[in-house]
């Protein structure tokens, strides 16, 4: 068993996925108003954590590597840390480069979803930190494993995954989604080649959705003329 996913996510109409690259709310619509949906949303689903990759967040944790002499040999086992019945702040980082310094992002505990390459000192460092983490195979890209223990060991039932576009496509590459949960704001970035919400990161010709279907649940206009759209995700068998 693993949690249920939801990918929730704000874009410009041509997809984009930099509030910072948009075209500036029109006149008489309040720019906060636009951002101020997210939060909400994301509070609302009641969801167990957040999922987002290395450089997201590392961007948000702000800590810096510490160094940690003569580190134990550790084993390449879930670790719980200090949670104490926070929600989850969850890491897709496989080579261990995102550094905290505590325990928590924005007061939610930090679980590192890692590969079992990652160094002693890195394990060492995220425990004195009073972090959590899991291993996600070898190389760390077995998200499947890494989600199923994320339910196994921190009993999570669902997830908002708020990648990174990179990651959201990793996701959808290895069906984890089970649901797109997306604003559309009303501006545009317009430049061709800048990330997306879904940047799946794989071999040319590969179909990262193939054998998904979406199927539409709810359409709505938010203050400020932002769309507001959920989308259930349907496999085929197999």
Known sequence: MRPYIICHMGTSIDGRLH???????????????????YEKIHEGF?????????KTMSEMAKGTERSI???PKLPRQAHVGERQGRKLAVAIDPSGRAHYGKDNVGGDHVVAVLGEHVT???????????????FAGAKGDDLSRAMAQLAAVFGAR?????????????FLKHRLIDEFSTLIWPAVDGVAGTQSIVDYDGPEGDRPGAGQSLRLTHC??????????????????G
């Open 19 to 37: 509030p910072s690259r948009f075209t500036r709310a029109a006149a008489g619509i309040s720019a906060d108003v636009l951002r101020g949906h």
């Open 46 to 54: 009641e969801a167990d954590g957040w999922i987002v990759g290395r």
């Open 69 to 71: 002499a003569d580190a």
């Open 120 to 134: 002693d000192a890195y394990l060492a460092e995220l425990r004195e930190d009073g972090a959590s983490y899991v």
């Open 158 to 170: 669902k997830l908002l995954l708020e990648g990174g576009g990179r990651i959201n496509g990793a």
């Open 220 to 237: 709505e206009t938010l203050e400020g003329g932002m769309i507001w759209l959920r989308h259930a995700v349907e496999r085929a068998p």
